[in-house]
């Protein structure tokens, strides 16, 4: 899912959101645990206590003055670890202002719905210090993968030439019988969602200067992306390239194309 809090740059867009450009990869990067900074979402942070628990990230002075407006989490628990306590802000991101802690976003137990990957987009942000602060019912709250950074907008919005990645799953099951044949229920030995989604009518240098980026980084690191924020914001997916990526010019006038084909984690 994605959260637009107040203030974000492209809150109630319909152009895709990607999620890529992480100031917590760099190796000097300081936290409560180096586990959730890396891209496995099998290594995990876990907390030790239940309560009010905070994860805390130090990306370092260089990255503290670069636009910082969005967290993104994958292979979490947070919908069931964090207090339902209504009207109360369960989770937050917070910054240091020089003087104090500031809130850059707050979520209420019932905005994390489940446990997909979670795309936090807040306002254009410049701090050294963040932390996560979550009120915890349970002493097992989990965060498999934690990116914080500056968001991309795309430039065209997304038509038919998408495929619906969170709902397309690639599943291999065995079925179970018994030995006179009958049907005794299914094992799932694998899933992952899988697509592809392209992009027309780029200009030239906004490819350039935007997207292509993201195509050098994407090559050995996943991304976050939610298609179409305002239509449906439960549908994000933590993903990584299946193919190169080749764009093609296009009309006249300079255009671009572009195609992604993913899979990943919905």
Not at 37 to 49: E, I, V
Not at 155 to 176: C, F, G, H, M, W
Not at 253 to 264: A, F, H, I, K, N
Request: proline share 4%; with cysteine.
């Amino acid at each position: 899912m994605i959260y637009f809090e107040t203030g974000a740059t492209y809150a109630n867009t319909t152009k895709a959101l990607i999620a890529y450009d992480s100031y917590v990869d760099s190796i000097n990067v300081t936290a409560t645990d180096l586990n959730a900074l890396n891209d496995y979402t099998f290594d995990y942070w876990k907390a030790n206590s239940s309560g009010s628990i905070t994860f805390d990230i130090n990306i370092g002075s260089e990255y503290a003055k670069k636009t910082t407006n969005y967290l993104a989490i994958a292979a979490h628990n947070l919908s069931e670890s964090l207090n339902d306590n209504p009207g109360t802000d369960a989770f937050k991101l917070q910054y240091y202002n020089g003087s104090s802690w500031a809130d850059a976003a707050k979520l209420d137990q019932s905005d994390i719905t489940d446990n997909s990957p979670l795309i936090i987009h807040f306002a254009d942000t410049q701090a050294q210090k963040w932390r996560l602060v979550m009120d915890s019912a349970f002493q097992y709250v989990r965060l498999g993968v934690v990116k914080l950074g500056k968001i991309l907008e795309m430039q065209r919005t997304v038509y038919k030439s998408a495929d619906n990645v969170p709902l397309s799953r690639d599943e291999t099951t065995i079925p179970q019988r018994s030995e006179s044949g009958q049907f005794l229920g299914m094992v799932m030995t694998r899933q992952f969602n899988v697509g592809s989604i392209q992009w027309n009518h780029l200009t030239y240098q906004w490819y350039r200067d935007n997207f292509d980026p993201f195509a050098v980084r994407s090559a050995l690191h996943p991304f976050f992306i939610a298609w179409r924020p305002s239509d449906f914001p439960g549908e994000c997916v933590f993903a990584w390239r299946r193919n190169n990526i080749k764009p093609a010019n296009t009309g006249p006038r300079g255009m671009m194309s572009v195609s992604l084909d993913m899979e990943g984690i919905a």
